[in-house]
């Protein structure tokens, strides 16, 4: 089956600083890749999707300055968490969608803690 | 648009129970459905989905039949396990882009 990797799996950063969170698809060409944000007990919210080679789509009210996406090759997406404070702590999951299946495969998670 | 709707947990069962989780939806078209399981601290992983009306989606045990006159998905399992433990999240998917429309989970709890 189709596999999707994140790392880190978890970080500890401090307030001000920015921490980039890898999303790979390594076992497929993965053209379009998602990343969710997941408070404790709550479902998924999509933050943002991205097409390989271009610029990523943002959901309504997500900062698009603070949370820095690229999408450069089939297989790998990259969530950058810009100046992070306290209140973006929470739990990262990206997926990733090849051309022809309507699945999206999920990646175990990145949980970030902002000191 | 697109929403999906699933009963509250958290659900708490004996082991051995049988299982129901509602899951409702709402689309424009004619959506693909899927129920996802998440064990914790864990991302998601598909546990089964059915893409057109009729159809029944089985894995490990548990059962979901795509009922468009009544445009549910509930969940199943005859006999639950402990092991089971976790949360569930119905979701659709409808259209170009593969993007995935989920229910707010239902966390289930089994005892033994």
């Known amino acids: 089956g189709a596999v999707v990797s994140q790392h880190p799996s978890w970080v500890i950063c401090k307030s001000g600083t920015s921490v980039k969170i890898e999303c790979r698809s390594l076992?497929?060409?993965?053209?379009?890749m998602f990343w969710y944000r997941q408070f404790p007990k709550q479902s998924l919210m999509l933050m943002a999707t991205?097409?390989?080679?271009?610029?990523?789509?943002?959901e309504q009210g997500v900062e698009k300055d603070k949370f820095l996406i690229n999408h450069a090759s089939l297989t790998l997406s990259t969530l950058t968490v810009t100046s992070a404070h306290p209140e973006d702590s929470s739990f990262y999951i990206c997926?990733?969608?090849?051309?022809?299946?309507?699945?999206?495969?999920f990646g175990p998670g990145t949980r970030l803690t902002v000191t | 648009g697109n929403s999906v709707t699933q009963m509250e947990g958290p659900v708490t069962l004996s082991e051995e129970a049988f299982l129901t989780i509602n899951c409702t939806y709402t689309?424009?078209?004619?959506?693909?459905l899927f129920w996802y399981v998440q064990y914790p601290g864990e991302g998601l992983q598909l546990l089964l989905k059915a893409t057109k009306a009729d159809d029944k989606g089985s894995n490990k045990g548990f059962e979901a039949t795509y009922r468009k006159e009544t445009t549910s998905f509930h969940l199943e399992k005859g006999s639950v396990q402990v092991s089971d433990s976790a949360v569930y999240f119905c979701?659709?998917?409808?259209?170009?882009?593969?993007?995935?429309?989920f229910g707010g989970g239902t966390r289930l709890m089994v005892k033994p």
């Open positions: 997926s990733a969608a090849g051309l022809v299946s309507y699945e999206q495969y």
């Open positions: 991205s097409n390989e080679g271009s610029k990523a789509t943002y």
């Open positions: 979701a659709l998917s409808e259209g170009a882009g593969n993007m995935l429309t």
């Open positions: 076992d497929f060409q993965a053209t379009t």
């Open positions: 689309a424009t078209g004619y959506p693909s």
